[in-house]
């Protein structure tokens, strides 16, 4: 059964600092992994997807990358702002789960100006 | 630019009512999925579907059912209430599995609070 471990469960970082979010996953055999942020109440908005074939995707401040022979994928986030602040969830799906989307827990992330 | 909608925002329902959630997607995904979110727990997967009248159980089942008779709704129904389903309710649609290139989106939640 895949299972997903996202690092650290809470972060607190100033203003304008770069940081980086990890998620791994037990399972390589994934077709895609997706990162998603979560406001509180809120559902959750789709950030970056990386192929399995893929190394890393940039959307703005934000870059993913994917090791999956290693289980592993990183968020980067540049120069932080408050409103970065939310949770922070990466899921994969396929592997031995198929179509299922497995989630990690999430990181929850303040960004304090 | 909506892509999944939840009937719901906040919902509040009497223990024992018969419940109904309904999702309904825009991007002619073939999957859906429903899920509940609740603190220190995550994600957790109730019920898919990968076509229409197709379904699976996903991790925690027990005292929901699902209906799709349409490939754009998936309606999560509680057959008789209780406390402890007190939850944030998520709905996805995703493309099959093979399709690695689509993005899975989620609708905005429905908090539901049974009393």
């Known amino acids: 059964k895949q299972e997903v471990t996202q690092i650290p469960a809470a972060l607190s970082v100033p203003e304008g600092e770069n940081l980086v979010l990890n998620c791994s996953f037990t399972?390589?055999?994934?077709?895609?992994l997706q990162w998603f942020r979560q406001d509180p109440g809120k559902g959750l908005t789709s950030l970056l997807l990386i192929q399995s074939s893929q190394r890393e995707q940039t959307s703005g401040r934000l870059n993913a990358s994917l090791d999956k022979s290693s289980g592993r994928s990183t968020l980067y986030i540049a120069a932080s702002q408050p409103g970065d602040s939310a949770t922070y969830l990466c899921a994969v799906k396929g592997g031995t789960s198929g179509s299922r989307l497995t989630f990690g827990e999430g990181t929850q992330l303040t960004v304090n100006p | 630019d909506v892509k999944v909608t939840q009937s719901s925002r906040y919902l509040v329902k009497r223990t024992g009512e018969k419940v109904f959630l309904e999702c309904v997607q825009d991007?002619?995904?073939?999957?859906m999925f429903w899920y509940r979110q609740d603190p220190g727990l995550g994600l957790r997967l109730i019920y898919f579907s990968y076509d229409v009248k197709m379904k699976e159980k996903g991790d925690i089942p027990e005292g929901y059912s699902v209906s799709r008779e349409k490939k754009e709704r998936f309606s999560l129904i509680l057959e008789s209430a209780s406390t402890n389903q007190t939850s944030m309710y998520l709905c996805a649609s995703s493309s099959p599995y093979w399709d690695s290139k689509i993005e899975a989106f989620f609708g905005q939640g429905t908090r539901l609070t049974v009393v």
């Open positions: 399972d390589s055999a994934i077709y895609n």
């Open positions: 991007m002619d995904h073939e999957n």
